[in-house]
């Protein structure tokens, strides 16, 4: 049982190109979620899902895509990278509201 | 919307020293209560949650955690901290209904154990 899996664990672009991170969890959870890390900062939600094809903004959408074809991806896209993206992105998943997410291992971008 | 405030943003002990950790939210509905744990390049770790009945919750390695509903406050200890506890701990709240889904954390506190 692998839990939360992210691909790349890091990164390097280039100021404009794109690239999608990859997260996928084996453990049939509806919920999914996308955080970024910033240092010293909590957590902020990008996007979540509560379901395949259903996806919503969270605090800090602008930049970024998502898309939920199947239980198990969540994949996170960045279509013009800037700067301010470089960051650690975590995904997480839960089978349903009240229950704790469960968090990857995370994939440290850098935007240079 | 929700925010979560963790006072000590650093904080530096020595072992079997005592810890408690501040954190407040500002919510008036009800919500869920969580304490991650996260070691120095790792992934966040689940150390306690809060969810319904008894306010004092037990968590993993010893941790322990008081909801004051009347504080907004979901304050963790450790009777006696260990150099293994060395880490950056959050705090963070969901609401049970309304409102957009996941987490929102508290900024963090970085605590350094001195053997």
């Known amino acids: 049982n692998a839990g939360v899996t992210q691909t790349p664990k890091f990164r390097i672009l280039k100021i404009g190109q794109s690239m999608t991170l990859q997260c996928t969890q084996d453990?049939?959870?509806?919920?999914m979620y996308w955080y970024r890390q910033d240092p010293g900062m909590g957590l902020k939600l990008i996007y979540y899902?509560?379901?395949?094809?259903?996806?919503d903004k969270g605090e800090v959408p602008n930049g970024y895509n998502v898309s939920r074809s199947t239980t198990e991806d969540f994949p996170l896209r960045l279509e013009l990278a800037a700067p301010s993206q470089t960051s650690v992105y975590f995904c997480a998943s839960r089978p349903d509201k009240n229950q704790p997410q469960h968090f990857g291992d995370g994939t440290r971008l850098s935007i240079l | 919307a929700q925010s979560v405030s963790q006072h000590n943003h650093h904080v530096i002990l020595s072992e079997a020293a005592s810890l408690e950790l501040g954190c407040n939210y500002s919510?008036?509905?009800?919500?869920?209560l969580f304490w991650y744990v996260q070691y120095p390049g790792q992934h966040l770790q689940l150390l306690l949650k809060?969810?319904?009945?008894?306010?004092l919750v037990k968590g993993i390695k010893g941790f322990e955690a008081e909801f004051i509903k009347s504080k907004f406050s979901f304050n963790l200890r450790k009777p006696s901290v260990q150099w293994s506890d060395t880490a950056e701990y959050f705090c963070?709240?969901?609401?049970?209904?309304?409102?957009?889904?996941?987490?929102?954390f508290g900024k963090g506190t970085h605590l350094i154990i001195q053997p």
């Open positions: 453990m049939n959870h509806n919920y």
């Open positions: 919510y008036g509905g009800t919500v869920n």
């Open positions: 899902s509560v379901g395949a094809g259903i996806t």
């Open positions: 809060y969810f319904s009945g008894d306010p």
């Open positions: 963070a709240v969901n609401t049970v209904e309304g409102g957009a889904d996941g987490l929102t």
